[in-house]
């Protein structure tokens, strides 16, 4: 009687150890697609998709590492980083938020406490950060063409310099 009931037991473990392995294989299998299809990078990233409309311009570093990519709309702009670079990294926040980005925050201030600019089209930002880590810089109400400009050869700057401080800080193999 006793080994019918551990028979009934083990019988019962293989039945529920082959619908977990089941349901591993499908996540595995869906996991593999999203890899295949290019929505998912092997890093890990997702691949972001243009708006209709949008232009993608890559950002490279002189050496020609890809920093991050912009998806430039027609009165918006988004920066997403392919390099890992956490917003603590100078020049970040000292040049690109404070002098740049918050320097078009001023300067359409100004413009609209002088009647020249409608609020609604007032440059605006939002800096998407996970674990203090940059994912994503989107700009808002970006009309001007110099102004594009301006914040591309910046952010290009920026992430280059950000970039060149963390490979500067990792520690390189001693000689033995």
Do not use: C
């Not at 001023?106 to 940059?134: H, N």
């Amino acid at each position: 009687m006793e080994e019918h009931i551990k028979i009934d037991e083990i019988k019962k473990f293989l039945e529920e150890k082959i619908q977990e392995l089941k349901k591993e294989k499908e996540i595995l299998e869906l996991i593999l697609g999203l890899l295949e299809s290019g929505v998912v990078s092997p890093r890990g990233t997702i691949k972001i998709e243009p708006k209709p409309g949008e232009k993608i311009v890559p950002l490279r570093s002189s050496d020609g590492t890809l920093l991050a990519e912009m998806y430039i709309g027609k009165d918006e702009m988004r920066i997403i980083p392919f390099v890992e670079l956490s917003v603590d990294i100078p020049p970040f926040r000292q040049f690109f938020i404070a002098r740049v980005l918050e320097g078009i925050k001023k300067k359409d201030i100004d413009r609209i406490e002088r009647g020249e600019l409608d609020t609604s089209k007032a440059f605006d930002y939002e800096i998407i950060v996970d674990r203090g880590i940059i994912k994503e810089i989107r700009l808002k109400n970006i009309f001007d063409e110099r102004r594009r400009m301006d914040i591309k050869s910046s952010a290009k700057w920026t992430l280059e310099k950000m970039l060149e401080k963390t490979r500067r800080k990792k520690p390189s193999p001693r000689s033995r």
